[in-house]
């Protein structure tokens, strides 16, 4: 409302009292123009004082307000793709990131149906892959490393320019449509129909889904360290497995105690019995999703793996690694939960999903 009174101060005072009821005048053409300076201001508040210009002055033309209205929208528009379409921009934090971002993404579209190849154990393909992987985890820190520059001044520019041109947007279709009822449209969908906004708004999602998706690592890392049940060698190897899925985008998986009790289980049952298969001789524990309603898992199991030979958690992740079906379960998408039963040298790896 201050806004609005200084600018109706304003107009009046470039308004003689012999001024005529018609906006051909000359008075009436300054207080357009000041309207326009109003509407192409970065303060709401002068914005919205502007557009009440032919509620204060009857005598303004229609025809008038709509070619003021008009200048400040490509005023608006231009301002933000000259913005969005600068190569070099030094206040822009995205021109580092998004190339790294981009790089790393393609890349993990092209190396996960690699990942999810059956190469029937083939020693040179799993050299390749793991070539593949030690590839991503770089990129993706590159990736990290440029999204530690902090976009929040740059996104509110945006933001507060898209706006604007919002803003400017929706009083021109009140006016086209004698309409008092539209309404702007938001910052970001304004931004999908300006040259460059796409892009931008994509890039800028990315960052933030990068970052995400590392405090979501971090955390559940955190989470499984503080596991008072959890031996050492569960939360070394939780923490391998859930470094090396993010390099692909996939999730972190959250230690599950009753998982784990059943994969103990079956290590121990192997070693007790002398058998390693994933059907056990064991009555009510013959199949996977037996042993895990036994150990009171209430959600959906998804997969096991077994190992056997070496006590150390990167030993057992390696081979699984190297073992086609081994690896997909380990890779897959759709898990959040992760079982582990380390006994001796012998491994059992169960995840699952929690519904």
Known sequence: MRHFILFLLVLHALTPLSAQDTTTTPQAELILEKTLQWLCSDDTEKRSAAFRTPEAFADINPR?????????????????????????????????????????????????????????????????LRNEMERLHRLRERALRAAGKDPASYDAWMDGAATALAEVLAEIEKVEADDPEVMPDSAEEVLEDVAGGEDYLRIRRGREELIAEQAQLEETNRINHALAWAGSSHKKFAQHLNEQRAILG??????????????????????????FAHMSPVEGKKTPNDRAKLAGFQHRWTGENIFAGNASPIAAYDAWFASDGHRFIMMAERPNLLGLGPVNNHWTLMTGRRR
């Not at 209205?69 to 070099?88: I, M, P, Q, S, V």
């Not at 995205?94 to 083939?122: H, M």
């Not at 996939?250 to 002398?274: F, N, Y």
């Open 64 to 128: 008038d307000y709509l070619r003021v209205l008009e200048k400040a929208r490509r005023y608006h528009n231009k301002r933000l793709t000259d913005t969005l379409l600068k190569r070099a921009n030094p206040a822009n934090p995205y021109l580092s990131f998004a190339p790294a971002w981009e790089e790393w993404q393609q890349e993990v579209e092209r190396v996960l149906p690699l990942i999810r190849t059956d190469y029937q154990k083939d020693k040179a393909k799993i050299a390749m």
């Open 250 to 275: 996939l999730g972190a998986l959250v230690l599950d105690e009753q998982l784990s009790e059943a994969s103990r289980g079956h290590s121990e049952d192997m070693i007790r019995l002398r058998f």
